[in-house]
Nanobody
Framework: QVQLVESGGGLVQAGGSLRLSCVAS????????MGWYRQGPGKQRELVAH???????QYADSVKERFTISRDNAKNTVYLQMNSLKPEDTAVYYC?????????WGQGTQVTVSS
């Protein structure tokens, strides 16, 4: 059974930082790419960061130079370090492996950035 458990969200002032974590189980984590997605109020879910099984990363233009995705295969965990947060980063953040597992979603973690 695939499970994705996100954590680390919270309320932060603009300019602050948060580190999100996502623990995956039920998949062979090391051979899967992982993505961080977010869904803001009244918006569609969007991909903000992606990391391949080899560690190559890609970012949405809106978060480049501010967010960093990383992974620890020994812990089946993917991280999202978020710096210089803006109010428009307010959203529920989710992780997802994509591909064969694209329909599996966790509960997400709420990030709220106050101005």
């Amino acid at each position: 059974q695939v499970q994705l458990v996100e954590s680390g969200g919270g309320l932060v002032q603009a300019g602050g930082s948060l580190r999100l974590s996502c623990v995956a189980s039920g998949i062979i984590f090391s051979v899967n790419a992982m993505g961080w997605y977010r869904q803001g109020p009244g918006k569609q879910r969007e991909l903000v960061a992606h990391i391949t099984r080899f560690g190559s990363t890609q970012y949405a233009d809106s978060v480049k130079e501010r967010f960093t995705i990383s992974r620890d295969n020994a812990k089946n965990t993917v991280y999202l370090q978020m710096n210089s947060l803006k109010p428009e980063d307010t959203a529920v953040y989710y992780c997802n492996p994509g591909a064969a597992y694209r329909d599996y979603w966790g509960q997400g973690t709420q990030v709220t950035v106050s101005s």
